[in-house]
C-alpha cells in the first residue's frame, strides 16, 4: 500500500506545487490525462464520487492518480472517511495527499504518514533557497545576483523565478546590477531596511529610501507597514528594558523565525523610538479628524518625515 499513497508535505508551497505539476505531467503523458484527478477544495467535494473514483478499477488505463490537497481545517468526519477509502482503494490507483504545513499533533497526520511514503519539500534557510534556484538557473545568473534577488523578493521562490525568466529574455548572464536596475525589492524588504535606518538614526538616509518605495506603493501601505514592523521593535525593545530574557521575550511576542530581531542593537533607546511610534499613530487620529493641512497623500508623506526628523 504505501508505494500507492504518497505524503507530499511540510512548508514550502512553491515545492510542494511544483512537484505535483511534475507528477500530474508525467502521469498524463503516460496514462492520459482522463485518468487523473485533482480535489483542491474537499469542501465542495462528493464524498460518493470521491469513493467511487478510489475504489474503482480504470477502464481506459493499468493506473489512476488520485490527488488530494488537504489542510489544517478539515473536520474530524471527513478525515475519518479519507482514511476508510483508504484501506479500500483499487491496489492501482495512485493517492497523493499534498498537505501544506501540517499539524503534526494530529491523529489524522500520524495515520496518514504510518501508511504513505512520505516526500517532504523543506526550505529551512537562505542557502537552501540558492540550492532551488542554482538547480535550474545555475547556468544565467551569478551568486551576487542570486543573494540580492533573494533580499529583494524577500525569499519568496516564485516571484523569484518569475523575475529570473523575465530577466533571462534580455540577458545572457544576469548579474547583481541587473537585479538593482530592473526589479523593485518587495515592500516587505523595503520597509525592513528603512526602519533599520531609523532605528540606527539614519533620518536622511530613511527618507531617501521611502521616496523611492513611494514611487511603487501608495502612502497607506507604506504608513500602514512602517507601524507593523516597528510596532514589534518597540515592544521587544520595552521588555529588553525591563530585563526580561531573550528566550521570554521570544515567546511573549510570538516571534518565530523573527527571533533574530530580539538580538539587534540599535543606537536609538527605547524612550525615542516610543516617543517616534506614538507620534506616527497620531497621524491616523489626524486623518480621521481631519487635522492634517490637507487630506491628500502629501500631506500624510509630510508628517511621517516631520516625524523621523524630530528623532
Not at 523543506?122 to 551568486?143: M, P, T, V
Amino acid at each position: 500500500m504505501t508505494k500507492t499513497i504518497y505524503l507530499f508535505t511540510w512548508n514550502s508551497d512553491f515545492l510542494l506545487n511544483d512537484a505535483i505539476s511534475k507528477w500530474k505531467k508525467q502521469f498524463s503523458d503516460k496514462y492520459w490525462e482522463i485518468n487523473l484527478s485533482h480535489y483542491k477544495d474537499l469542501n465542495i467535494v462528493d464524498k460518493n464520487i470521491l469513493k467511487s473514483e478510489a475504489l474503482s478499477t480504470s477502464f481506459f488505463s493499468e493506473k489512476k492518480l488520485i490527488i488530494i490537497d488537504l489542510n489544517n481545517d478539515l473536520d474530524e468526519d471527513f478525515e475519518n472517511f479519507l482514511l476508510s477509502i483508504l484501506d479500500k482503494k483499487d491496489e492501482n490507483t495512485i493517492i497523493i495527499f499534498n498537505f501544506l504545513s501540517p499539524d503534526k499533533r494530529k491523529k489524522f497526520y500520524k495515520n496518514l504518514v504510518k501508511i504513505s511514503e512520505i516526500k517532504e519539500f523543506d526550505i529551512k534557510d537562505e542557502n537552501d533557497i540558492k540550492k532551488i534556484i542554482l538547480s535550474r538557473f545555475w547556468n544565467i545568473i551569478d551568486n551576487d545576483a542570486i543573494d540580492l534577488i533573494i533580499k529583494y523578493k524577500a525569499k519568496n521562490i516564485k516571484k523569484i523565478f518569475s523575475e529570473i525568466e523575465k530577466l533571462s529574455i534580455m540577458n545572457n548572464q544576469i548579474k547583481k546590477e541587473d537585479i538593482e536596475k530592473n526589479i523593485v525589492p518587495e515592500l516587505e524588504e523595503s520597509i525592513f531596511d528603512i526602519v533599520n535606518l531609523l532605528l540606527n538614526k539614519e533620518k536622511i538616509e530613511s527618507i531617501k529610501r521611502i521616496d523611492i518605495l513611494l514611487n511603487e506603493v501608495n502612502i497607506y501601505q507604506f504608513y500602514n507597514s512602517l507601524l507593523s514592523n516597528l510596532r514589534v521593535t518597540v515592544y521587544i525593545q520595552k521588555l529588553k528594558k525591563y530585563n526580561i530574557p531573550q528566550s521570554e521575550i521570544w515567546k511573549i511576542l510570538n516571534l518565530w523565525n523573527r527571533r533574530f530581531l530580539i538580538e539587534k542593537n540599535y543606537k536609538i533607546k527605547y524612550d525615542e523610538l516610543s516617543k517616534f511610534f506614538i507620534n506616527l499613530v497620531k497621524i491616523d487620529k489626524k486623518m480621521k479628524t481631519w487635522k492634517l493641512i490637507s487630506s491628500d497623500e502629501d500631506s500624510i508623506r509630510y508628517e511621517i518625515e516631520k516625524n523621523i526628523l524630530k528623532i
